[in-house]
């Protein structure tokens, strides 16, 4: 019994929950505290991605505001680099925007859906729960278990895991 509740507290604290977020949950709703995750999951890639941007192309402007010389082979190479950054960032960049849209969508509809089923842990950092592939974290993944049964609530379009939480075998039916 003691080593059941020590397995709830991890999943609360890995998946950063309170008791008053999966009430929310169960009720199908997402609560105050996971829709401010959901929005610092939206902006922060996309801050950090424009600010790479900037840092990346500071040395760049900084080299053609006239303080180095460059010649003709050298301008080419640079020329060449900086096409292949900007493919790159875009090709980055356009990942995030694709989930931000994705988490978005979530979060303006405020539902969570719910799934349960036995847990079974693939690679790469998933987990299969009730049909559904799910991706985490190296923390989440090492306090789920294979063979054990969890309700997971989750975002519906991003496939978001908001709470998890371990239920005994006899509620599966």
């Known amino acids: 019994m003691l080593a059941n509740r020590r ?12 008791p008053r977020d999966l009430q929310s949950n169960r009720l199908g709703r997402i609560s105050y505290h996971q829709r401010q995750r959901i ?10 991605q424009i600010l790479l941007i900037g840092l990346l192309f500071f040395p760049v402007v900084f080299a053609f505001g006239g303080i180095w010389i460059i010649r003709s082979r050298r301008l080419i190479v640079l020329i060449g680099m900086i096409f292949t950054g900007l ?11 694709d989930r931000a ?29 009730g049909g ?5 974290t190296r923390q989440q ?30 509620l599966i039916a």
């Open 7 to 18: 397995a709830d507290a991890d999943l609360l604290t890995v998946f950063h929950n309170t």
């Open 39 to 48: 929005r610092r999951m939206i902006w922060l890639p996309i801050l950090g």
């Open 87 to 97: 493919l790159l960032m875009y090709m980055r960049l356009n990942t995030t925007w």
């Open 101 to 129: 849209r994705t988490l978005n969508q979530d979060l303006y509809r405020h539902r969570v859906q719910v799934v349960q089923g036995y847990a079974r842990l693939l690679d790469h950092r998933q987990v299969r729960i």
């Open 132 to 136: 559904k592939v799910f991706s985490l």
């Open 141 to 170: 993944q090492a306090v789920l278990n294979n063979n054990t049964v969890y309700t997971v609530y989750y975002l519906p379009h991003s496939r978001e895991v908001m709470g998890i939480v371990s239920q005994s075998r006899d």
